[in-house]
């Protein structure tokens, strides 16, 4: 069960999408310079990397990097926004009743599919209709599980039912409340139109075939016009599409290459956009012919504390947590190993997420306060070992900068560093260590019981056996929430036990950038949940649409 939420982030690392858009060089002085250097013109090509396209059924590919490119074609009815709360896209408006089970949407006004139709609420039902149909099969389910971290087969499962009011309004009933039923709806609307005969039945096997001849339909930014075997997929942007902002770009090409051959395709002027995480920002800081466009990623670092352990329970088991939480230097981490790609965090909450509380940083580093909690509690002699994998590099030099300011407040700790990730999750699910140092990768959909409910002690998830009862109370709470704000109370409270009990010490969440050819200008800003976020303000000035470099 640990392997299903903890990841050892220098292992596994994730080709996602996040928000929160930070930038190396900043990102707001570049959005100025480029507002008044260069006049916004429309027009212009700009080729973004994918992988091989094994077909051209969005539902049906494997492949991480085409997801991205999907969301030019098709939208939700929601979509997540940089400080992680939601906001309307196909839903013009909603409303949340039934204590939480009910959601009534009412749908955006002149939407129309790429081919001239009508977006209604018949294609909602639809699209639900077939997500469900499709779980059923452990083949479709597997493969859908991977296309969209949105679509998530146990929260589409407690749909109850699908109600169309009339083609603008439809009515959602789920079988329970939860405090996730608009992040549940954040998956792509498909037009019902191609797959539904006359008699109205459902063409459950021609919506999941999997074909080359697949012509995908959306009603986002950008249509579908061809697709070059082997070699791209070509779109142009949507001059009827329902939002204001119309793209300034025209055409986007995919371009078709094997994971390992896009950095190259970058350095030769193949593709103008590269996503990385900070592993390769050095590759990229000294080329003048890119802008590095960074922000923190869902991957959060983190101290868990074996609450098996004596030394960790009770009064003083908090004060020596709130002391070891004083005594890291985190900015130092961040600049030494980190060399500033790092966001400091305190939480497992995302970062700029709305659900954070404005305390959620209070142990900031202060040895001479790390050292007065232990003297105040008569703590002394203290002793422990850090667990942490040494495969990855800056995860071993991350423990190492720890140890040093954990013996500066008199803590010694042993080195239990680990070559083997199984191995390692072996010994925390044996409860075999006293501090771990490890990674996690957050959904945008917040629930932390995994981590903190005491029934997730037994499964493995909540892997430190943290117990508390009011915890266990509130999670269950904001987890069934009637309403958004009920929802951001209750992960209030929950936050205030977190920073009282400390059962994980924050450190930061890694940074992720796009990398983007200097032709390419406008308020960018990625988010690990939609790399190309805000695609239609980007523009190339027209002195530099025919591929032209700046001096």
Avoid at 339 to 344: F, L, M, Q, V
Wanted: aromatic share 12%; glycine share 4%.
């Amino acid at each position: 069960m640990i392997k299903q939420k903890i990841k050892i982030l220098g292992v596994i690392l994730l080709v996602s999408l996040i928000f929160t858009a930070c930038t190396s060089g900043g990102n707001d002085s570049e959005k100025v310079e480029d507002e008044e250097k260069y006049e916004k013109a429309y027009g212009g090509e700009m080729n973004l990397p994918i992988e091989t396209v094994e077909n051209m059924n969005p539902l049906l590919s494997e492949n991480e990097s085409l997801y991205s490119f999907y969301d030019l074609i098709y939208e939700g009815l929601f979509r997540f926004k940089d400080d992680h709360d939601m906001e309307n896209v196909l839903a013009k408006d909603y409303k949340i009743e039934n204590e939480g089970r009910t959601i009534n949407i009412k749908l955006r006004d002149n939407v129309k599919w790429h081919d001239g139709e009508d977006f209604t609420s018949k294609d909602v039902k639809f699209t639900i209709d077939l997500l469900r149909h499709a779980f059923k099969t452990k083949e479709y389910r597997d493969i859908l599980s991977k296309y969209d971290k949105f679509i998530k087969p146990e929260d589409i499962e407690h749909i109850y039912s699908v109600n169309i009011v009339d083609e603008k309004n439809i009515t959602i009933d789920f079988d329970r409340s939860f405090s996730n039923s608009l992040e549940t709806l954040a998956f792509p609307i498909f037009p019902a139109h191609l797959f539904i005969d006359e008699e109205e039945n459902i063409l459950y096997d021609t919506a999941l075939e999997n074909t080359k001849d697949f012509k995908p339909i959306g009603s986002g930014a950008y249509k579908f016009v061809s697709y070059e075997e082997g070699k791209k997929i070509n779109l142009e942007s949507n001059d009827n599409w329902w939002n204001e902002d119309k793209p300034y770009i025209k055409n986007i090409s995919g371009i078709i290459l094997k994971a390992d051959e896009f950095k190259n395709a970058l350095d030769k002027g193949d593709i103008d956009v590269l996503e990385t995480t900070f592993k390769s920002f050095d590759d990229f800081k000294k080329d003048k012919d890119v802008r590095i466009r960074e922000y923190a990623s869902n991957d959060f670092d983190f101290l868990g504390f074996n609450f098996k352990n004596d030394k960790f329970k009770g009064k003083d088991g908090k004060a020596i947590r709130q002391a070891i939480a004083h005594a890291i230097d985190r900015d130092k981490i961040i600049k030494d190993v980190y060399n500033e790609d790092a966001t400091k965090a305190s939480l497992p909450l995302l970062n700029n997420s709305y659900l954070l509380n404005e305390n959620a940083d209070m142990y900031e580093y202060d040895v001479k306060e790390a050292k007065k909690i232990l003297k105040k509690a008569d703590i002394k002699d203290l002793k422990f070992k850090l667990m942490t994998n040494s495969n990855d590099k800056y995860r071993e030099k991350t423990a190492d900068m720890i140890i040093k300011d954990l013996n500066e407040i008199g803590i010694e700790v042993e080195k239990s560093y680990e070559d083997d990730l199984d191995s390692m999750i072996s010994k925390m699910e044996k409860g075999d260590f006293d501090i771990a140092l490890l990674g996690l990768e957050l959904s945008e959909s917040v629930d932390l019981t995994f981590a903190f409910h005491s029934d997730n002690i037994e499964n493995g998830s909540n892997f430190i056996s943290y117990s508390n009862k009011e915890m266990d109370k509130l999670l269950v709470e904001a987890f069934s929430a009637k309403d958004r704000k009920v929802k951001k109370d209750k992960y209030k409270e929950v936050q205030d036990i977190l920073l009282e009990d400390l059962p994980y010490v924050g450190l930061f969440f890694t940074n992720n950038a796009l990398i983007m050819d200097e032709r390419i200008k406008g308020d960018i800003k990625p988010l690990e949940y939609g790399l190309y976020n805000n695609i239609e303000k980007w523009f190339i000035p027209e002195e530099l649409q025919k591929g032209a470099k700046e001096e």
